[in-house]
């Protein structure tokens, strides 16, 4: 029998972040999940940490890639799940009945194409900074990411059969394209009104904030048009200076 989750973490040289995801996945009352842990080839003590972590479920494979997105994509290939949860390294669940409450919600509206929700922003300390700084819709649809990434790409969890491959020719916002194709399949999106995933604030995104908004831009224009990206564009300006002052003062009062 197939599992209903495929929890995946892609990793590379990732010591100083993987230890809270594993104690994460295994602290989960939910057990119907397989946990795939696909490395590329790491120098540290990456693995060991993974096989030491103990989790039955988990499935422990490392090889050479061309980037996280396509380890994603051998991460699908292999994945057996009904429905794919990814967890980078240094995301958590929010609680250890975060699987339970996603399960049931999935039993309770008979296998929805999308379920989500919320997602809080965590330091590397794993000290809660704030809210992310878009909120997720009540409501999901394909037109809600023409604003954006509107749902964390952790929070965002496909019914494996809506998944195709990520697109490589996108280094940094692959997952914000694939979330739009995974809309554009699905016919219904269920909204979990609770927070379920803590992001660690330190991603490949973050630290490429400009390549990875120029390449987000690029995707609008061809999902949505490009005059109403610009005019969207325009008008998100003032949010995200408020939200990085905001982000800024938080990480600031715990220091």
């Known amino acids: ?23 994460s996945v295994r602290e989960q009352t939910c057990s119907l999940y397989e946990y795939i842990v696909m490395d590329g080839v790491s120098k540290d003590k990456t693995l060991k940490l993974a096989i030491d972590a103990g989790i039955p479920q988990a499935k422990i494979s490392s090889s050479k890639d061309t980037g996280i997105y396509d380890a994603m994509n051998k991460a699908i290939d292999i994945a057996t799940g009904e429905y794919l949860i990814f967890l980078n390294a240094g995301d958590t669940f929010h609680s ?29 300390q794993r000290r809660y900074i704030a809210p992310r700084h878009l909120t997720a819709p009540d409501r999901l649809t394909l037109k809600s990411f023409a604003d954006g990434m509107v749902v964390c790409h952790q929070a ?38 609770a927070t379920i995933i803590d992001y660690l ?21 061809y999902y949505y ?29 715990l220091e």
């Open 156 to 193: 965002f969890i496909v019914n494996r059969r809506l998944a195709q491959h990520y697109d490589l020719k996108y280094r940094y916002s692959a997952d914000y394209e694939w979330c739009i194709r995974c809309l554009q399949r699905s016919r219904r999106n269920v909204y979990i009104p």
């Open 96 to 124: 250890a009945d975060t699987l339970d409450k996603i399960a049931k919600t999935i039993m309770d509206y008979d296998f929805p194409g999308i379920v989500y929700g919320q997602t809080d922003l965590m330091d590397s």
């Open 201 to 221: 604030n330190e991603g490949t995104t973050t630290a490429n904030r400009r390549a990875s908004l120029i390449e987000r831009m690029r995707i609008m224009g």
């Open 225 to 253: 048009g490009w005059i109403p990206t610009i005019a969207r564009h325009v008008a998100f300006i003032p949010r995200f200076i408020r939200q990085r002052r905001k982000e800024r003062s938080a990480l600031n009062s």
């Open 1 to 23: 029998m197939s599992p209903l989750f495929s929890i995946i973490t892609v990793t590379y040289n990732a010591e100083s972040t993987l230890p809270p995801t594993l104690e």
